[in-house]
């Protein structure tokens, strides 16, 4: 019997529509190519759902879709919808109760790409950011007093636990290991936070006694910043907070050529709840409609989706297809300095799968 797996797909908002079509798309010629079944269920929850229903997601959204094998995600925001509202409502909504407390973002860059840093030309530059996804900066834990007089008061509050802490350490020095190089770079702030950033170092340094074949590192997020431009190659694997992850690996994204191409994941390592696969870019309205959308970090996060669910020799597959259109500058889109159109690359993609031996 074949294996098959049923997707939630939430396109969400703005280019997640285009590019999370694509994706499925490319999904279903790969399964048919491969031998495994795929069916999808469509969710049209996101901006436009809030204005009609005054929610992002229906209050039995979560129900709906914690039975799926996996979570096939867009993009979310719109231009006359705050940001807090859409982050909070949707992504955060799914990704906080389904414990997808690692956030993994691989960055390379792709043949026929080019990076903005001097001297890198692929090799260089072959990284694994690990987020924390569930608490830290963004644990929601502040608040206001006396809202806009004079005296008013904000705070938000870097909540971080042992526990939490600990599960994201283990969980990237096991990722370190699994890595040829074995190495890890633990991104911290301790000389300034000297309470929740210095446990994380602490932590960091009691689970790396338990994988003495991974070499490690420490590293000030501020310095970071410029070793992941001046040193790449000294990269490989890499930790960091919700906050700081969230910075470098928009940074990283620009420095592998182009944030339509990065792709990430949202894990539940336990597998009590499905994981989460999307590109990192957002809405980008201001190409929605265009056909223009650079699918290309959603075909990775497809990847990132098939060796999640076993599907290893799929997740090859794809990857090599999207390489070997990458590495084809006529079908670059605009992102990228070229004048292909989504349309184009999720055409070659396919004929790509379906050639390859
Ligand atoms: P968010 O608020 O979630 O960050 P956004 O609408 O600001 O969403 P970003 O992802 O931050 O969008 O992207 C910034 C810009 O980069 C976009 O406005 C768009 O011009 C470009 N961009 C992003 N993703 C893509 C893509 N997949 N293909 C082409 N261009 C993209
Ligand atoms: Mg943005």
Not at 182 to 211: C, G, P, Y
Not at 273 to 290: C, L, N, Q, R, V
Request: with cysteine; proline share 6%; glycine share 8%.
């Amino acid at each position: 019997m074949p294996k098959s797996y049923r997707i939630a797909a939430i396109p969400g908002d703005g280019i997640g529509i285009e590019v999370v079509a694509a994706g499925v798309e490319v999904l279903t010629a790969l399964a048919e190519r491969a031998g495994f079944g795929i069916a999808f269920d469509h969710f049209d929850w996101g901006s436009d759902y809030y204005k009609r229903h005054g929610v992002m997601m229906p209050a039995d959204g979560l129900a709906r879709i914690k039975d799926h094998d996996a979570i096939f995600f867009g993009a979310v925001g719109a231009p006359d919808v705050p940001d807090h509202l859409t982050l909070w409502g949707l992504r955060l909504a799914i990704c906080q109760p389904f414990d997808q407390y690692a956030n993994v973002r691989p960055t390379r860059v792709l043949p026929g790409i080019t990076s903005p840093l001097r001297g890198v030309a692929g090799p260089e530059l072959d990284w694994v950011i690990v987020r924390e996804n569930s608490e830290g900066e963004y644990a929601g834990v502040g608040g206001r007093v006396h809202r806009g007089l004079p005296e008013e008061v904000a705070t938000d509050v870097s909540m971080m636990t042992r526990a939490g802490v600990a599960r994201i350490m283990r969980f990237a020095f096991r990722l370190a290991q699994s890595r040829p190089r074995k190495f890890l770079t633990v991104v911290t702030k301790s000389n300034a936070q000297r309470h929740a950033m210095v446990m994380w170092d602490e932590i960091a340094a009691e689970v790396a006694a338990e994988f003495p074949d991974v070499a490690w590192d420490k590293m000030l997020v501020d310095a970071m910043t410029v070793r992941m431009t001046l040193k790449p190659e000294s990269l490989d694997t890499i930790v960091a907070t919700n906050l700081h992850a969230d910075i470098l690996s928009d940074l990283a994204a620009a420095l592998a050529g182009s944030i339509g191409i990065a792709p990430t994941a949202n894990i539940n390592p336990e597998g009590h709840y499905p994981s989460m696969f999307e590109p990192i870019h957002g809405s980008a309205f201001d190409i929605t409609g265009k056909g223009i959308a650079n699918p290309v970090g959603t075909f990775w996060s497809a990847t990132m989706m098939l060796d999640h669910l076993g599907e290893t020799e799929a997740a090859a597959r794809l990857m090599r297809a999207i390489e070997r259109v990458t590495a084809d500058p006529a079908l670059h889109t605009p992102d990228l300095g070229g004048t292909a159109r989504t349309r184009d690359v999720t055409e070659a993609v396919i004929q790509a799968v379906r050639g390859d031996n």
